[in-house]
């Protein structure tokens, strides 16, 4: 289910757009980073109108990369419309250790991004790996509109529904990354989190249940079916999580690694479903043959 988000309302523009301006509206309602801003807003506004308008609902707090219809993720812009989670620089982290555990050329890996938002990272793993055969697919429909865009860009699939559900079944036991950016704030933290976050970025997009690890439990339980043997799953979680996700991803019968970037502060746990004889999961092998 999607949640409505609040109406921002967007006053009359009021100010005269010159740099010095804008800097000095921007820096009254608070921006910290106000010439930045500034000199993003004016370069990509189309009009003077426009980037008045822009000025506004950024000083009436809408995130600044909805206000300015991008983000930039792994140095490249994607598209986020008001009212998408906007992908965090920190998990341009998950993205590196993807690109890592990617499988040699000699094939095109097969590539789920799933709960994608905007699909920035299966869109950024497509670009630091080359050719991959990329699906991903979230339960929102503003988040599959601006996926349609991104991931259509460099020819992946996008699908809407409940995880794995909307995704092709002929995928099952051939998947050797599956990105998996899923909600984990515990529920009692979302009114917590800055309100760029609480208040402009869907509940769906932020609340992962009682200890935030509910979706990736569900995750988890079906990566299996669908990793081949050496796939990988990828998440990100909190660092007072990593006791509990790991033994979530053990749980499901995946080998849990962690990996930790100090100065982006981004965990990543990685689940790998073994090769080896002998460590067949019920139901899986018979999928991958299939
Ligand atoms: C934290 S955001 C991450 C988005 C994107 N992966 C990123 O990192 O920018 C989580 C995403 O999960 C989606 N989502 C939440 N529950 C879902 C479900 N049951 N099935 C599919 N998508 C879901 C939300 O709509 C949201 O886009």
């Not at 988000?5 to 006053?11: G, N, S, T």
């Not at 979530?248 to 019968?253: K, L």
Request: some cysteine; charged content about 20%; hydrophobic content about 45%.
């Amino acid at each position: 289910m999607t949640q409505a988000l609040p109406e921002v309302p967007v006053p009359a523009p009021q100010i005269t757009v010159t740099p010095s301006a804008v800097i000095a509206r921007l820096r009254a309602a608070g921006c910290v980073f106000a010439e930045e801003e500034a000199e993003l807003i004016l370069s990509s506004a189309r009009s003077a109108a426009e980037a008045a308008g822009m000025v506004e609902r950024r000083a009436a707090g809408l995130p600044l990369e909805h206000v300015l219809g991008w983000a930039e993720f792994c140095g490249r812009r994607m598209v986020v419309e008001p009212g998408v989670f906007v992908p965090r620089r920190r998990t341009e982290f998950l993205v590196e250790r993807a690109a890592h555990l990617c499988p040699p050329t000699n094939r095109t890996p097969i590539v789920i991004d799933l709960c994608c938002g905007s699909g920035a990272l299966g869109v950024a793993l497509a670009e630091a790996r080359g050719r991959i055969d990329l699906h991903a697919a979230d339960l929102d429909p503003v988040a599959v509109r601006c996926a349609r865009h991104n991931v259509g860009a460099v020819g992946g699939q996008v699908y809407q529904g409940d995880l794995f559900r909307p995704l092709p079944a002929t995928l099952r036991g051939r998947v050797d990354i599956l990105l998996a950016n899923v909600p984990y704030v515990p529920s009692a933290e979302v009114a917590l989190l800055p309100a760029e976050a609480r208040v402009h970025e869907p509940r769906l997009a932020l609340d992962g249940g009682a200890d935030g690890l509910d979706v990736l439990r569900r995750v988890a339980a079906e990566a299996p079916a669908w990793l081949a043997p050496d796939g990988h799953l990828l998440f990100e979680t909190g660092e007072h999580q990593v006791r509990v996700a790991v033994a979530i991803v053990a749980d499901a019968g995946l080998v849990p690694t962690v990996a930790r970037c100090a100065e982006r502060y981004a965990t990543v746990v990685t689940g790998t479903r073994p090769a080896r004889r002998g460590l067949s999961l019920p139901g899986v092998d018979a999928a991958a043959a299939g």
